[in-house]
């Protein structure tokens, strides 16, 4: 199987639509401000965040702006965004790193930021109304990574996907294995040199509030993955695959990892895939937060 990011980005949308927490998601709605809005997404990936809140009916007028660090992600998004837009009857002007997708009710000025995150953080001339870091906060350096991230808004930032420590891929293959994979596939996370945590989403309660952020909305958004009928729905098979190739690069040669069971793990999980027999469930953390000192809209 040829593994491609991008894909995998485009795989997990569904699993994504589902494990966003509705109570936060509500929140965030009742909270923004008028438009039209400045939103920075960091971490942003191939812009699925862009399409759901355009498809979500949340976002109108506003200007976007989506800094990702990979020239891989940045160059799909280039030609992604126009069509997703034109697929939503949406008009498209623009080209390159400049859009702007509009109709009779929106109107979303887009900019694309090859950067790494810090980088932009010191050259960003004006924060936005709206941060949002996906699936991203888990991946850096906690806590000294938050205050800096938190200065690219003036009042809101929504959260989500905070991996929280719990793994399960059912049905079992061998109870002790599995555990022991899963134990090294968190210490992983842990001890990455640019940063991570395996326990994020908890971890972000304190986090937050030493950061000088108010928490107005927290829940679970769990990935929860599982065929029907033997098929899973839209391309999360070749998500489940994605996952088992995080699992394989993370592992491959641990010395506490028996080489031979672990390749039998990996052909056990990918035949369970193939078979519409694997669940896959991930615990995950959404928050809404404001800067404190700003009042709530």
Do not use: C
């Not at 991230?149 to 293959?173: K, Q, R």
């Not at 996952?243 to 010395?255: K, N, P, R, V, W």
Request: charged share 25%.
């Amino acid at each position: 199987m040829e593994y491609s990011f991008p894909h995998y980005l485009l795989s997990k949308q569904s699993v994504d639509d589902r494990a966003l927490n509705k109570d936060v998601l509500r929140a965030l709605k009742i909270s923004l401000p008028q438009e039209p809005l400045r939103i920075i997404e960091v971490g942003a990936g191939i812009g699925t965040m862009l399409r759901r809140l355009a498809r979500w009916d949340i976002v109108h007028k506003a200007e976007y702006v989506l800094v990702d660090e990979m020239a891989e992600n940045i160059d799909y998004a280039r030609a992604w965004i126009p069509q997703w837009a034109a697929e939503s009857s949406l008009s498209v002007e623009g080209s390159g790193d400049s859009l702007r997708v509009f109709d009779s009710a929106r109107d979303v000025r887009i900019r694309l930021e090859q950067a790494d995150v810090f980088e932009f953080i010191q050259r960003n001339e004006r924060p936005a109304d709206l941060l949002i870091a996906h699936a991203f906060l888990d991946l850096l350096q906690m806590p000294e990574s938050l205050p800096k991230l938190l200065s690219l808004t003036h009042s809101l930032a929504w959260l989500t996907i905070n991996f929280d420590g719990a793994t399960t891929l059912e049905p079992t293959v061998d109870a002790s294995l599995d555990a022991l994979i899963e134990r090294l596939y968190h210490e992983t996370m842990d001890t990455r040199p640019t940063g991570g945590d395996s326990r994020a989403g908890r971890h972000l309660f304190g986090h937050l509030r030493r950061a000088g952020a108010d928490i107005l909305a927290a829940g679970a958004s769990d990935w929860v993955v599982h065929a029907a009928g033997g098929t899973y729905p839209a391309d999360e098979k070749y998500f489940l695959h994605f996952i088992l190739h995080f699992f394989e690069e993370s592992l491959t040669g641990h010395a506490e990892l028996d080489a031979a069971a672990f390749a039998n793990w990996l052909a056990a999980r990918r035949a369970q895939i193939e078979s519409g027999e694997l669940v896959y469930i991930a615990h995950q953390m959404d928050f809404l937060v404001k800067r404190s000192g700003e009042k709530s809209v």
